[in-house]
């Protein structure tokens, strides 16, 4: 009942045209709905496009499985309702702590592309998250302490070119866990902007910053300043930019 009573006040809210701006209220009804029974809603709030929510105890309870279902229904409501510029990033909180913030709301697994998630370790490489804000080419690559080129395949990336960076990473081959679901993670050759971690991991910095796929790049993904000015750019002008700056 409690769900049913929630599904007909979005319904409402859609109707009304009220759903067109993002703002608690609004999404206040699309999370409830979504809500696992042993998980309650304490706060949100919206900042910059970030969308900053604190979940009940409940939720490190939750099954790897039920975590992502739960996550990926959510952020497909969030981008049915206000599309893809209105909110593009979500702070998740378990009693005001434990903050995980995922970038970049599109999932295709029916079970989620994000868990485990809610308890993990702030270091773990599977958590999604951009390690800063790059507004800028150069925000990017200060913000990145590893820059690549490399050959993908096999999800497995090969080092062929190195501009920052431990040297001893140059012709060695890693994995990104959570690079796997990324729309654009096809065999290729691709530029990369990492954070790396003391256990040997890395993370892309950027959702839509941090990786671009060379001899042919997709364009078009993510409102994203950066992107906008380097799909403007050929390879070698990239390329050359960045030799430049590190």
């Known amino acids: 009942m409690k769900k049913a009573l929630l599904l007909l006040a979005t319904t409402a809210l859609m109707l009304t045209g009220c759903i067109e701006q993002a703002n608690p209220e609004v999404v206040k009804p699309l999370i409830e709905q979504h809500l696992p029974e042993q998980v309650d809603l304490q706060s949100l709030q919206i900042k910059e496009k970030n969308l900053e929510v604190s979940l009940s105890k409940g939720a490190l309870s939750l099954s790897p499985g039920s975590e992502g279902q739960f996550i990926k229904k959510f952020h497909d409501e969030l981008l049915r309702t206000f599309g893809n510029d209105q909110i593009t990033s979500v702070t998740y909180r378990v009693e005001g702590k434990t903050a995980r913030t995922i970038n970049g709301l599109s999932c ?11 308890d993990q370790p702030l270091d773990n490489p599977l958590l999604i998250d951009r390690y800063g804000s790059p507004e800028t080419i150069d925000d990017l690559i200060e913000q990145s302490d590893t820059i690549v080129a490399a050959n993908y395949a096999d999800e497995t990336y090969r080092v062929t070119d ?80 960045i030799k430049k700056k590190t």
């Open 108 to 118: 295709k697994r029916d079970n989620g592309c994000w868990q485990p998630f809610l």
């Open 162 to 241: 190195l501009f920052k960076g431990d040297p001893a990473l140059l012709h060695q081959s890693f994995k990104i866990p959570e690079d796997i679901y990324r729309d654009f993670a096809t065999n290729g050759r691709y530029l990369l902007f990492l954070h790396s971690f003391p256990s040997g991991n890395y993370a892309i910095t950027g959702v839509w910053s941090g990786k671009f796929k060379l001899e042919g790049r997709p364009k078009g993904y993510g409102d994203d300043p950066v992107r906008a000015v380097v799909e403007a750019m050929t390879d070698q002008e990239l390329i050359e930019l």
